[in-house]
């Protein structure tokens, strides 16, 4: 069981805008920034949004982040086929430990 | 910047294993290195971070006492090592520098880049 609360799963149409939720608590997303991360099948996790709203150079500016008390969100606008992948929502904790939310997989229909 | 994990590994229950994550493109000493856990079909896990500087480190309560981090600096390489696996250890094993707010590491930083990944395999 994940601190942090994701749907499992997501999905849409290619061009079409797609949010993923991040529900936590005042312990962590609610004092902390979030970050995303983005994990294509076989391969290794990859940073997609930092500081809850920040994009690393490189990442289109398709994804977006947002945070609201004690929950975040990813946005994906005009989504591509390419962006199949599972996300994963991270923050610090209070307890001085790193959470994650337990991925959602999304899929382009 | 890049981290490049050690290769995977098949292991028997009650065997030992370190494993290695090596830094190139960046001042390996100045960051914290994390480790995260992915068992297969699963979500990612922390698993404690290590400065790599001095080698002070702080482990998930989940992790504490069933695994060690280390670091050698004058290599560029951050190591994960278990003295007795079992076959619940059997998952990917990631590696990530940690980035961002220097000031503290436990408020606004995040992981970047990632290692590939090191699957351990432990089965009888």
């Known amino acids: 069981q994940s601190v942090l609360t994701q749907p499992p799963s997501a999905s849409g149409t290619p061009g079409q805008r797609v949010t993923i939720s991040c529900s936590g608590s005042t312990s962590n997303i609610g004092s902390n920034t979030v970050s995303w991360y983005q994990q294509l099948p076989g391969t290794a996790p990859k940073l997609l949004i930092y500081s809850t709203n920040q994009r690393p150079s490189g990442v289109p500016d398709r994804f977006s982040g947002s945070k609201s008390g004690t929950s975040a969100s990813l946005a994906i606008s005009g989504l591509q086929s390419e962006d199949e992948a599972d996300y994963f929502c991270a923050a610090w904790d209070d307890s001085l430990t790193v959470v994650f939310g337990g991925g959602t997989k999304l899929t382009v229909l | 910047v890049q981290l490049v994990q050690s290769g995977a590994e098949v292991k028997k229950p009650g065997d030992s294993l370190k494993i290695s994550c090596k830094g190139s493109g960046y001042i390996f000493p100045n960051y914290w290195i994390a480790w995260v856990r992915q068992m297969p079909g699963r979500g990612l896990e922390w698993m404690g971070i290590i400065y790599a500087g001095d080698s002070e480190t702080r482990y998930s309560p989940s992790f504490h006492g069933q695994v060690t981090l280390s670091v050698d600096k004058s290599i560029n390489t951050a190591y994960l090592q278990w003295t007795s696996l079992k076959a619940s250890d059997t998952a990917f094993y990631f590696c990530?520098?940690?980035?961002?707010?220097?000031?503290?590491?436990?408020?606004?930083?995040?992981?970047?880049?990632w290692g590939q990944g090191t699957l351990v395999s432990v089965s009888s």
């Open positions: 990530a520098r940690v980035d961002g707010n220097a000031a503290s590491v436990y408020y606004d930083n995040w992981f970047d880049p």
